[in-house]
């Protein structure tokens, strides 16, 4: 096999350059069209929203208070949260139901962090982006019931 060059003697220096070019071109179109299906907005966007989810909740100290529920779903389950206002602050937050595709242990920490920050918009949860979606929309709309009739 004279001639050969790392192992691969049919091939010339320009045909394997041609064939890495080939491969990288691949594989960074395989990494866009991943990128895109993962970031899409119809992807991330709520299965149902309406008018009234484009509100935001109330800023802190602007609630009635009392005990307020939500609900929310999309294509992998839902969430059902209860939130406790006391002198118009989130005194606490708890999962009422879940019926996501993950496990409800997933977002488990996230009601001490919306009582913590005062606020829905907590740090997605990786690998369960559905049932942090859920979770957060649930918080809101219960948030947006304390904020009705201040």
Known sequence: MSGSAGGMPWRTRGQKLQLVAISAATVGALYGAGHLLVNSPMLNAPASSSQQDLIPPASPGNYRDGTFTGTAQNEFGGVS?????????????RITGCNTFFPQTYIDGLPAKVVTAQTADVAAVSGATGSWQDFVQAVQQALRQAASSR
Do not use: K, L, Q
């Not at 949260?81 to 937050?93: F, K, P, Q």
């Open 81 to 93: 949260v209860e939130v406790t206002i006391t002198s118009g602050r989130i005194a606490s937050v």
